[in-house]
């Protein structure tokens, strides 16, 4: 389903809560970006994305997330309700199995980007990824991130975040010698 996505040449939009705060609000957004991607079938893809676990936190006493079990299960009555391709995040290697059994494209954070054995743990088990990474990095450095995963194949993308501004921003220079 995803290759699909990634390969058509129409616009991709990524959309959906940055965390599942509960079951209600995921399953109403998505009927949100289904309706979307029906609206616009032809005109542009939508991946649908939401994280069981928002690790990478200020504080240890934030809010994190349901977890991943029950992350997961809610990620799969979405794709199983809407048909939505699926994008959620991985913080270690042993999560890219369970994940990619429900989503299509592991994501890894940026704080994560330069995990060499997570990293090939998403290229094993997913053709997909996309690697958040810190806006210090160039877009030289993504041949090494891909040899890295495993998959020389896969399609990735970057997303560095603006440290700056605080918002996440794409690097769209950076995507066309990943084609």
Not at 2 to 17: H, W
Not at 75 to 102: C, M, N, Y
Not at 147 to 158: F, H, K, L, Y
């Amino acid at each position: 389903m995803v290759r699909k996505e990634l390969t058509s040449g129409l616009p991709l939009f990524i959309a959906g809560p940055c965390g599942i705060e509960s079951e209600a609000m995921v399953m109403e957004t998505a009927g949100f970006v289904r309706g979307l991607a029906n609206h616009f079938r032809g005109r542009a893809e939508f991946v649908f994305k939401s994280s069981f676990l928002k690790d990478n936190r200020t504080s240890a006493g934030s809010w994190a997330g349901p977890g991943m079990k029950e992350g997961l299960r809610v990620l799969g009555k979405v794709r199983e309700e809407f048909d939505l391709a699926l994008l959620t995040d991985i913080h270690t290697a042993d999560q890219a199995l369970p994940v990619s059994r429900v989503c299509q494209i592991l994501q890894i954070p940026a704080f994560l980007c330069r995990q060499t054995s997570l990293l090939a743990a998403a290229g094993r088990h997913r053709s997909a990824g996309e690697c958040e990474e810190g806006a210090v990095h160039v877009s030289g450095e993504h041949e090494g991130l891909l040899i890295n995963s495993g998959n020389p194949a896969a399609p990735m993308s970057s997303s560095p975040r603006g440290e700056a501004f605080s918002v996440m921003v794409t690097w769209w220079w950076t995507c066309a010698p990943l084609r």
